[in-house]
């Protein structure tokens, strides 16, 4: 087979029969501000945004994001039926006649005969339609329908010239984001229009110069009957009207659409091939690429390209200034973004290894916010704040970017926001989506009793006490590590002894973590396959919560060898599930792989001194419920923006941080690559070497021995001070278990004297 690039590997309609609103989307670079993609589905959250098994398409819309979404278009022919609805003018479309890549979809349009091409940069879409020979073709902007998560409650478009439309679509509050959000835009047309007019509330104006109201919609006029290709670009800003012109006449200051698609694609290869891998089958690599593409996809930019970003975190939107460089480059980029629950074990190994840039992005992000509104979040949106789902989970990735030497960034800023989210009145005060209270957290119980009491009411999601005391000792720990790095003595006292909360929580007596009512008495009828008191999980998921100390779980289970029988036993029950649980009912099975409080767990082995048992697992995992590359399966629950193609990539290379990198001189563990040799490329702004490179040896499941650098590595876990400066890891495989390899010294612990 010829050579493929790793964008030629990358398959985006992988799972997209499942999936929800953000998770596809093709014309757009890494991490961009606008991705540009069919929707063949428009209302809701989940069952929305591009459907593999759909017949038709409503529209081509521009933002895919965490509780963002607008600006619908729809090339067509005839009578202009925008006012009707999408179930008017939405077309047929067929996969025979579709070609979908990274920076690129097209499509046929069947209903209309029109080819429409689609690319981007970071902040323009670049349409390409090729319309039948016909004088009734037209572009309908429909800009006040829902997509996704979000109703539009104002909308606007004026005809500025007659190649220049702009506008703005108002994202109307979320139950998630609390506050209505504009995205403004521009679109240019590469020639003149033949009439522009638009609808509202139903009502159809066939010409006029402006249109406005919160279900309005605008369309302009083309005739087609001699020249049949248009050329349409359309940027964005959540700034202004003026952002959108900038952005669009900064990145596509021209016409030339192919010049933009073969750009997106170098882009993609660019960053995809920051880790190149041989062997393995194609499906592999397919699938492999295909989660790393996902892994820096959907966490996008939301400034300007002058770096002017919307903060929304006050009672009313400011506009601010990124600081740029001496060269007037941007010191870093603003990102909007889904929670970071889980990410320890995901995005917050993998982007520090191979996109360090990444992460310095977003611990700047976080921390502007901090200084602007007082909190760093857990999961921004178009500036707003969201406190989606639980803890402090940013604490877990602004530690590990400190740990690995990623600290251009505010630290001591960046540290007293930490700390005043693990406080009353912090993150760590309210639950899912608490916005005007502080109750549902309960880290006022937690800091008093030790643990978070089961049944605290608040107008909030995931109050689960039991969960909420697992999740803050973790996080606990990780801030105790930072402050022991800053000298800061008194803090490392106060976080490592609240580290050590989930003591609080596990019952001898059944040999569970179990919730706790305010008076200290245990929950009543207590089942642990039952959701009560754990967020998106159950008390077999959450039993092995303890990722920062394995070894005081282990002391509290009996010993190693009783938590590794116990542990083994659960996953081989699992594992007749395919180690996988139904979105929304993540309790159902002992362990999911699809969902976050779970995908750590089979690396416990590495602890209790049976390597071995983790590298079974890993490989039935990816094998069960993560090596599809249909449309119908790959992800598991929810691919959560970047979180399992993260976990998948990270399981592929042999790699992995039960304490998500978040002790000094961070720990990586070490299982069985699925290929023959991965090469790491290392940023030299935060690494001494060029590459990381992983060679294996030998075919099988299990590792023999291994080496680092040359020496024999005995041990199944390094540190990151042996690979800052560049490393070779070579690894040889055999069909059985080698029982004696890593098996002492076991990976640190915070009860332990090597943490």
Not at 28 to 53: K, Q, V
Not at 162 to 187: L, N, Q
Not at 503 to 529: C, Q
């Amino acid at each position: 087979m010829a050579h493929r690039t790793p964008a030629e590997w990358v398959n985006p309609l992988i799972d997209t029969a499942n999936r929800r609103f953000f998770f596809f989307s093709s014309a757009c670079r890494p991490f961009g501000m606008l991705n540009l993609s069919p929707d063949t589905a428009r209302s809701g959250a989940w069952e929305a945004g591009y459907r593999y098994d759909s017949e038709y398409i409503h529209d081509f819309s521009h933002l895919h994001a965490w509780q963002l979404a607008g600006i619908a278009v729809l090339p067509a022919t005839g009578a202009v039926r925008g006012h009707e609805g999408s179930e008017a003018f939405k077309s047929r479309f067929s996969h025979t006649d579709e070609t979908v890549a990274p920076g690129y979809h097209s499509v046929h349009l069947i209903d209309y005969d029109i080819r429409a091409d689609l690319t981007a940069t970071d902040r323009v879409g670049f349409h390409r339609y090729t319309f039948p020979k016909d004088d009734s073709s037209h572009i309908l902007f429909d800009l006040g329908t829902e997509l996704g998560p979000c109703e539009m409650s104002d909308c606007s478009a004026e005809m500025v010239s007659d190649t220049r439309m702009t506008g703005f679509v108002e994202a109307s509050a979320t139950r998630r984001r609390p506050k209505a959000t504009r995205i403004y835009f521009v679109a240019d047309f590469d020639s003149p229009v033949t009439g522009f007019g638009g609808w509202e509330n139903g009502n159809l104006q066939e010409s006029c110069t402006s249109i406005s109201g919160k279900t309005s919609g605008a369309f302009v006029r083309l005739d087609t009957t001699d020249k049949r290709v248009v050329h349409m670009k359309i940027a964005i800003s959540y700034c202004s009207i003026a952002g959108a012109i900038g952005n669009l006449e900064h990145e596509v200051p021209h016409w030339d659409f192919d010049r933009i698609h073969s750009e997106a694609t170098d882009t993609w290869n660019a960053w995809l091939g920051r880790i190149l891998v041989e062997g393995g089958t194609d499906a592999q690599k397919t699938k492999f690429y295909t989660d790393l593409y996902h892994a820096i996809l959907g966490r996008r930019r939301v400034n300007d390209v002058d770096g002017s970003y919307s903060d929304q975190t006050g009672d009313e939107q400011v506009i601010r200034q990124i600081p740029k460089r001496a060269d007037g480059t941007l010191s870093y980029e603003h990102h909007n973004s889904d929670a970071f629950w889980g990410s320890q074990w995901t995005l917050d190994i993998l982007w520090p290894l191979a996109y360090p840039d990444i992460t310095h992005n977003f611990c700047n992000t976080l921390v502007d916010m901090y200084k602007n509104g007082g909190l760093i979040p857990r999961g921004p949106s178009g500036g707003n704040y969201t406190f989606v789902m639980t803890s402090a989970t940013s604490t877990h990735l602004l530690v590990s970017a400190y740990m690995k030497g990623i600290r251009n960034w505010d630290i001591e800023t960046g540290y007293q926001g930490m700390v005043k989210n693990h406080s009353p009145g912090g993150l760590m005060s309210r639950a899912g989506y608490e916005h005007d209270t502080c109750i549902g957290g309960g880290v006022e119980q937690y800091i008093e009793k030790g643990y978070v009491p089961h049944g605290i009411e608040a107008h909030a999601f995931h109050c689960d006490g039991a969960a909420q005391t697992l999740e803050y000792a973790y996080v606990d720990w990780c801030l105790s590590e930072m402050s022991r790095d800053l000298g800061k003595a008194k803090d490392v006292k106060r976080f490592a002894e609240r580290a050590q909360n989930y003591r609080n929580i596990y019952d001898p007596a059944i040999g569970f973590m179990r919730p706790r009512h305010d008076n200290g008495s245990w929950l009543e009828d207590f089942d642990p396959m039952k959701p009560d008191g754990w967020n998106e999980g159950n008390g077999w998921q959450y039993l092995w919560h303890v990722p920062h100390d394995i070894a005081g779980l282990s002391g509290l289970m009996g010993g190693d060898e009783t938590m590794a029988d116990r542990l083994n036993e659960v996953v081989e029950k699992a594992s007749e599930n395919d180690f996988i649980a139904p979105h929304g009912k993540h309790f159902t099975n002992l362990l999911d792989y699809g969902n976050q409080p779970s995908t750590h767990i089979v690396h416990i082995f590495n602890y209790i001194g049976k390597p071995w048992l983790t590298q079974k697992w890993v490989h039935a995992i990816m094998k069960q419920c993560k090596s599809d590359i249909t449309p119908y399966a790959g992800y598991g629950g929810d691919e959560d923006q970047g979180m399992m193609g993260s976990l998948n990539v990270l399981m592929a290379i042999g790699l992995f941080q039960m304490r998500g990198g978040c002790d000094i001189d961070p720990v990586y563990e070490l299982t069985s690559p699925i290929f023959d040799r991965i090469t790491i490329q290392l940023d030299p702004n935060y690494y001494g070497g060029k590459e990381i490179s992983i060679e294996t040896s030998g075919k099988g499941t299990y590792v023999q021995s291994a080496k680092l650098n040359g020496d024999a590595l005995e041990r199944c876990w390094f540190r990151h001070s042996e690979i800052r400066n560049g490393a070779q890891i070579e690894v040889a495989l055999g069909v059985e278990p080698n029982v004696k390899w890593g098996v002492e010294p076991p990976p640190p612990s915070a009860s332990t004297a090597n943490s």
